[in-house]
């Protein structure tokens, strides 16, 4: 509830008794309503909050899905149905069910262990094996979390066999539908969904739609390191906030294990432009380093327009980085959308040549290429 909703059931809207009392702790009843919102400070500060009020703003606060977490991993705790209106809160959890009756099943413990995916400033591995029939086997050291079958069954996760793709959509759209817009208890546990099909390609697809709706567990019964790859790779597109910006540490990055004559390259630390211009530079046969200036995830231009990719900025940056201990090549190149910048850069970092490199990452190569014939 807003401020203004909540003032509206207050004493001080109608000028009742008690209007502005501050027994609350509040000068007024407006200011007591905008703490409430904001939830600093308690309803029954108030002895004059009527009944209707109290029912009100306990079902607007109540969290409508619950967090489930097993060994650190948290699963379920949404409370949007899409993500632009706020965020989404816990990726979709992927499971491998692991049968210690069958014959190769250290083999797949192995692969499922050993499986991991690089990402951006973090990797990603599968998120928890689940055990089947274990008797105490040895299991070896497992960086992946476990838990037994009979562990997750005493968890509050509703569990939906998805024996068709219809029903197991309409079952999660219904589910998230209830706890959202409804906040109705029956539907507030996290729901995980038992993949059952056996053909991989159907697998992936179905699990590709469960993870965008709305399945806060996905438990597979067979692991394919190709499969949960790409399902990683959805889901960090699904499951990123879209109010933070995707970016990586202000760091001197290498490639192709460049020596201290190396050419030098500087960017910001938005992501898709630290991918795209590092993209390039390891797969050219020239060695680099390239230099990730502090941007707050903006791109190039978004950066100097905000102010936050300055000559001052820069001259830190190289400062930051030990940049002239580390490396004895003077010149860096900078993205072609900040050639404007050029002489501001001379005069904040004198001794420092900056040559206006490319618009596109795509055009490095041929940069590059041109850089090394003409040296
Ligand atoms: Fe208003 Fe209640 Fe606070 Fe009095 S105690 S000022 S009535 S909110």
Redesign the pocket.
Known sequence: MTGLQIFKY???AKKEE?????????P??MA??LKLAKQNIEID?????KEELKNLYSHSIKHPQKTIEIKGLKIGGENVLFRHEKTYINPTVLAVVVDCNKPDYQNQLERINNFEIKGVNQMFNVDLIILKNYTNQNLGELKVNTITIEEYEKLDILNIENRSFSTTKEALITTRKKAILEKDDNYSNPVAVWMKTNDKYTTSAQASYYICKYANMLIFEEFDEAMFSTLISLRQNIFTDPQKPLQVESNLYEFKEPNENSIIFLTTNFALTFFAVANELENIDVPSYLIVIPADGMSVLTAWSAEKFTANIVSKTIEKLNIREKITTRRIIIPGLLAHMTEELKEAVPDFEFIVGTHEASAIREFVKKLVANK
């Open positions: 207050l004493p001080g008690h209007s502005n009392c501050k027994e609350c702790g509040c007024t009843c007591f309503a500060k108030c002895p004059y909050v």
